[in-house]
């Protein structure tokens, strides 16, 4: 039902634009979200948006370099990475979360709904 694309090999100081395509339901009763999860590491959120994209969270590791929005017509979601490091390499997943309304929250537990599968990021110096 979500399925992640746009990644791929970059360079330091790179950008790239991931999309996830939804189908099933309405996005736009749903919050959004982009996780990762590097080798040997855990699970980490890296933004979520509430449904309407009213309130929206970053991780600190991100912030000020990643975007993330959404267009409900196309049931499509974005997260659009600038400044790219290294420390960024890892595989992404998007996410939805029926009715989400605190992004903090369940961006940080992970307790979403839907999940896609992941796209690789690798960022090279």
């Excluded at 959120?45 to 994209?53: A, K, Q």
């Excluded at 600038?82 to 009715?99: F, G």
């Excluded at 537990?109 to 599968?117: E, L, P, V």
């Amino acid at each position: 039902q979500l399925q992640a694309s746009g990644g791929g090999l970059v360079q330091v100081g790179g950008s790239l634009t991931l999309s996830c395509t939804t189908s099933g339901f309405t996005l736009e009763n749903y919050a959004i979200g982009w996780f990762r999860q590097a080798p040997g590491k855990g699970r980490e959120g890296v933004s979520c948006d509430s449904i309407s994209g009213f309130s929206v969270y970053y991780a600190n590791s991100v912030k000020d370099r990643f975007t993330i929005s959404r267009d409900n017509a196309k049931n499509t979601m974005y997260l659009q990475m600038n400044s790219l490091k290294p420390e960024d390499t890892a595989v992404y997943y998007c996410a939805a979360k029926y009715k989400g309304l605190r992004p903090a929250s369940y961006c940080s537990r992970g307790t979403m709904h839907y999940w896609g599968k992941g796209t690789q990021v690798t960022v090279s110096s």
